[in-house]
């Protein structure tokens, strides 16, 4: 998606640590032209599919899934990263590991809103080594879900995540593919 | 808000301790037909502010806000609960005491995406005691921005957080305010 691909090269900030900041128009500060963009392109490449829920994780990803949803018609449904006392009845929970925080937490998700004839697009903000994916992954299969596929907004290539998910079979769109990245160049596929 | 208070009235449950769940639409699953009508809603109350910027906080606040930010044009930004390993550069930082969770904690925001040039809308799921409010008008204020209001879907009028910010001279829409509810009713203001 080359308007995404110009933004991050406009004002994206290499960190050390192979850390790509975004917060100005993605993960903190939201640029909602650009997410409007975003759902339109994810409604395009899954188009052919019977989408009927988008499924994200709190908290950077709900921005995106929700402006996403409206471009299929349909709801949208956030896991959530720790037990909240607020939820109760039946709970699908999965275990990730977090590469920014180096921690593992519990993803958890009420199983009401999730059916065995739901069809699922996975949205999430970033791809790298593909634990949050896979735990969200886990979920739609607890549930006895389809999985349509995944569509994430960056995709860290260097990282192992994308081909993990492509290996499962799962239909995986990113919206741009960072092959390499050094404090001054950043290399797409 | 008519279709809001009905479809509290159709699938918000009460639980003790003055919880109401309304996560089948509002904060777990999004209704993205209703999100939408809210969005419009409070374009339509706050059409005389000139917002510049739609201010939240992570997480259920984070879909709301972005689908809001639609309407108004403008860029949103939501606060962190707490330290990113990926936050970096001057920090805005308030604490916030949740209601829900019995704990504090410190709320960011870098401090680059609020100017004093803006005019903040201020979009949240929940106001009770008012606590994160408190800290998002706190953060605007730090950053010597104008704050043009505050939007909320649902205000717990019998807890004293909505009569606190209105006090503070604040401009609250609240687009259904409960004033009790029991297991077996519910009463709007």
Request: net charge negative; hydrophobic share 45%; glycine share 8%.
């Amino acid at each position: 998606m080359q308007l995404l691909k110009d933004r991050i090269l406009k004002d994206g900030v290499v960190k050390p640590g192979n850390i790509l900041k975004v917060d100005s128009f993605l993960n903190h500060q939201m640029d909602i032209l650009l997410m409007n963009e975003i759902g339109k392109e994810f409604k395009a490449r899954f188009s052919d599919c019977p989408i009927t829920k988008i499924l994200t994780i709190e908290a950077s990803g709900i921005g995106i899934a929700a402006i996403t949803a409206q471009y299929f018609d349909v709801n949208m449904v956030f896991a959530k990263k720790a037990q909240s006392l607020n939820l109760d009845g039946e709970m699908l929970v999965t275990k990730v590991e977090s590469f920014t925080h180096k921690k593992v937490y519990d993803v958890i998700l009420a199983k009401k809103f999730l059916s065995p004839e739901d069809h699922v697009l996975i949205i999430d903000d970033f791809l790298a080594n593909g634990c949050a994916l896979l735990g969200l992954i886990d979920l739609v299969q607890n549930a006895g879900a389809t999985i349509e596929g995944a569509g994430i907004v960056i995709e860290k290539g260097f990282q192992d995540g994308g081909r993990k998910i492509r290996d499962m079979g799962i239909r995986l769109e990113s919206l741009a593919i960072i092959d390499s990245m050094t404090d001054d160049s950043l290399t797409f596929r």
